[in-house]
């Protein structure tokens, strides 16, 4: 079954650093997301992508974080000046035109 | 605000007993549901869906059904298995195809065996 796929599984930071997580789409999909968790709650909604822009975002999704997709393939979220509080699980989704979403396993970003 | 929210944060069910888990929701525009799994540092893996114009589907072991009058969606697990033990979202969106989803809070299945 095709899986997204996230890397890397667990980033550990300092408080002002620069992070990249990355994400490999399902090879058809044409919409992709992140969402993030902080640890025991409810996962949140941070972005979506297609066609190459964003075409939603949430209060969550400030001027620190962007997204893109540089080489048609990989997904990435960048976070320019992390935060203790950026500290959560960060997944991936995508889907195709009109069928559910497909989760990657998640990057655990932990700052310190 | 418009939210999505589980009555219950934690069940515990026999092996073999069936399971109810419930999902409360407000936002009426929405017509697209999900149930998910997360197993302990995973992702949210689908169990499954409906739509606003049907009120009840069922797959492999699971029902999913659903209460527009009341805003109320439950999963029905039947027959439970050691595996089934996870957090279980309900999760709605609006226009299927539309961008993003909106996830509840969750509750935590645990099989008893």
């Known amino acids: 079954e095709p899986e997204v796929t996230q890397t890397p599984s667990h980033q550990v930071t300092q408080m002002g650093q620069e992070v990249i997580l990355r994400c490999v789409p399902i090879?058809?999909?044409?919409?992709f997301y992140w969402y993030r968790q902080i640890l025991g709650q409810k996962v949140e909604f941070l972005v979506s992508?297609?066609?190459?822009?964003?075409?939603?975002k949430s209060e969550i999704f400030d001027d620190q974080f962007s997204v893109e997709r540089p080489d048609g393939s990989n997904f990435t979220l960048k976070i320019r000046s992390t935060k203790l509080e950026d500290s959560a699980m960060y997944f991936c989704a995508t889907r195709a035109k009109n069928y559910g979403y497909t989760f990657g396993s998640g990057t655990r970003l932990t700052v310190v | 605000g418009e939210s999505v929210g589980l009555h219950l944060p934690t069940l515990s069910v026999q092996e073999g007993d069936n399971s109810i888990i419930n999902c409360a929701y407000s936002?009426?525009?929405?017509?697209?549901f999900i149930w998910y799994k997360q197993e302990s540092g995973k992702g949210p893996q689908f169990i499954i869906d409906i739509r606003s114009n049907m009120d009840k589907r069922q797959g492999q072991r699971v029902t999913v059904l659903l209460n527009k009058t009341v805003k109320h969606l439950s999963l029905q697990i039947a027959a439970t298995q050691p595996g089934d033990s996870a957090v279980y979202f309900c999760?709605?969106?609006?226009?299927?195809?539309?961008?993003?989803?909106?996830f509840g809070t969750g509750t935590r299945l645990t099989i008893i065996p």
């Open positions: 992508f297609y066609n190459n822009e964003i075409s939603e």
């Open positions: 936002n009426s525009a929405s017509d697209y």
């Open positions: 090879s058809n999909h044409l919409y």
């Open positions: 999760a709605e969106n609006i226009n299927f195809g539309n961008e993003k989803l909106t």
